[in-house]
């Protein structure tokens, strides 16, 4: 299941961001998103929430969504699998 | 009011006629020069491809607010009208749901997206952008607030109709149809989703790819 989120997680940004598969494959829980990607603007933070609900089957709710979650790819990869374990 | 229509014509008369419906908003832009290289790829097989703009989107000089699905399904019905011999209508991820008043021979659909998710990217990029600037806003707050006035969603200015209409808008069913999505397997168009893309790309490969997956379904539909 932890794969599958990971792996789901990192073809989204790779769609998402443009990153390419060698660079979605590179991040490790510790690189930058949010601030550290020029590509990771508003509107991109908006399209991983809705894709992610599509591509994982959860549903978020914008309020518990923080700042942080978008700071490093570890945090992101934590609240997903911490959404489909429901 | 007459909209552009982009037209691509083969020298001689054309099999049939693909009438290409864009992504709705900004996602129309990301995917467009792909688009064009598939009509190329369409005309180079003696089809002819169409790809006209929406009221308020692209071109056009109808403000957007004026616009809403209702509208948009009956300018791409007066469009399909004014096409002579057979038309497949491709429609991708948004353009899905406004593509099935055209009268047409045959439908084909890329990764069609319902409306409620659509809004509601839209609806959270705008809260996103309140946020920086230091602003609370809720997506709650502004879907009550879109029941009576017209609402800035990253950079669109959608009336209450439309935000209305597109929250409850999903592909309709249509006869013959073949929906595809992106991936690696039978049934899938190999390429990436440019539609979500941050920063615009264009994928020849791709354009390639649905150029011939159209063309193989017009033929199983008897079309051509």
Redesign the interface.
């Known amino acids: 299941m932890t794969d599958t989120v990971d792996a789901n997680l990192r073809a989204l940004l790779?769609?998402?961001?443009?990153l390419g598969e060698d660079r979605a494959a590179a991040l490790t829980a510790d690189s930058g998103l949010f601030g550290e990607l020029p590509?990771?603007?508003?509107?991109?933070?908006?399209?991983v929430?809705?894709?992610m609900?599509?591509r994982l089957g959860i549903l978020i709710d914008?309020?518990e969504v923080e700042g942080e979650i978008f700071e490093t790819y570890g945090n992101l990869l934590d609240f997903a699998e911490r959404k489909v374990r429901g | 009011m007459d909209e552009q229509l982009f037209r691509l014509s083969p020298a001689g008369p054309p099999r049939a006629t693909v009438l290409f419906i864009p992504p709705l908003f900004?996602e129309a832009n990301r995917v467009r020069r792909t688009l064009v290289l598939a009509m190329r790829a369409l005309v180079a097989e003696e089809f002819a491809a169409l790809l006209p703009d929406l009221p308020g989107q692209n071109e056009s000089l109808v403000p957007l607010v004026e616009a809403n699905l209702e509208r948009w399904r009956s300018a791409l019905a007066d469009v399909a009208r004014g096409v002579d011999g057979p038309l497949i209508v491709a429609s991708l991820r948004g353009g899905c749901l406004i593509d099935h008043d055209a009268e047409a021979a045959a439908w084909w659909r890329l990764a069609p997206a319902n409306g409620a998710?659509l809004l509601?990217?839209?609806?959270?990029?705008r809260?996103?952008?309140d946020r920086?600037a230091g602003i609370a806003s809720?997506?709650e707050g502004l879907r009550e607030a879109a029941k009576t006035g017209a609402l800035l969603l990253?950079g669109n200015r959608l009336s209450p109709a439309m935000i209305a209409q597109l929250g409850d808008a999903e592909a309709r069913a249509v006869e013959p149809l073949r929906t595809v999505t992106l991936g690696k397997n039978e049934d899938k168009i190999a390429g990436?989703?440019l539609w979500?893309?941050?920063?615009p790309?264009e994928d020849a490969a791709m354009a390639r790819a649905i150029a011939d997956d159209i063309i193989g379904w017009s033929r199983s539909c008897g079309v051509i």
């Open positions: 790779a769609g998402v961001l443009g590509e990771f603007d508003s509107m991109a933070v908006a399209t929430l809705t894709e609900e599509d914008d309020d | 900004e998710s509601r990217t839209l609806l959270r990029a809260v996103s952008a920086e809720s997506i990253a990436t989703p979500l893309r941050a920063e790309g």
